[in-house]
């Protein structure tokens, strides 16, 4: 399955944004799959940001974002958005969507290496 991420850009710091992501070529339904967000900054390793099981009812966010960011997958619009609160610039990054592989409820990855489909990246900037 191959993903398109969209929804980035240039944002002041406490702005939204909302980023979204969607299959092409198969639908998420199709397949069982949890469905995840990471992010990459300049000069640093992809970093996990939140995912979401393949029932939609479980969610998974790392500490720096819990609170802030909230994920929502749509089987209605086949699409997973990330939605960003109070962003900061610390937030800036390339944001990459993935889908996992999942078999049971609940699973909600975190690790790169268990994503086997991604996005092309979407740049979000947060100014000062």
């Known amino acids: 399955v191959q993903l398109q991420a969209s929804g980035g850009g240039l944002v002041q710091a406490g702005d939204s944004l909302r980023l979204s992501c969607a299959p092409s070529?198969?639908?998420?339904?199709?397949?069982?799959?949890?469905l995840g967000w990471f992010r990459q900054a300049p000069g640093m390793e992809r970093e996990f940001v939140a995912a979401?099981?393949?029932?939609?009812?479980?969610?998974l966010y790392a500490d720096s974002v819990k609170g802030r960011f909230g994920i929502l997958r749509d089987s209605v619009t086949d699409t997973v958005t990330l939605q960003m609160n109070s962003l900061k610039p610390e937030d800036t990054a390339v944001y990459y969507c993935?889908?996992?592989?999942?078999?049971?409820?609940?699973?909600?990855?975190?690790?790169?290496?268990?994503?086997?489909?991604w996005g092309q990246g979407t740049q979000v900037t947060v100014s000062s």
């Open positions: 979401v099981d393949w029932s939609g009812g479980k969610r």
């Open positions: 070529g198969r639908t998420f339904a199709s397949v069982s799959y949890a």
């Open positions: 993935g889908a996992a592989a999942s078999s049971y409820y609940g699973h909600t990855p975190s690790h790169e290496y268990e994503y086997a489909y």
